[in-house]
């Protein structure tokens, strides 16, 4: 299943791309950066990864 969205935080404005897989519970993301917006010192245009795994116990995604 696709995910996206979008949103800024500290850093600045970005958009965000992935995946959830129904078969092993998780999510890649990547996150990009619009460049140019909030903080310039910290927002180079990059991109973070981001992976979840559900964790049946807590109930929530744990992440890194």
Do not use: C, P
């Not at 970005?14 to 897989?21: P, V």
């Not at 519970?25 to 996150?31: C, E, M, P, S, V």
């Not at 245009?45 to 964790?55: A, K």
Request: no cysteine; aromatic share 10%.
């Amino acid at each position: 299943m696709k995910v996206t969205g979008s949103g800024s935080d500290d850093v600045g404005v970005f958009t965000i791309d992935g995946i959830y897989s129904f078969d092993t519970n998780r999510i890649g993301l990547t996150k990009t950066y619009q460049l140019d917006t909030g903080d310039r010192s910290e927002n180079l245009g990059h991109q973070v990864i981001i992976q979840l795994t559900w964790n049946a116990q807590n109930r929530h995604f744990n992440g890194k």
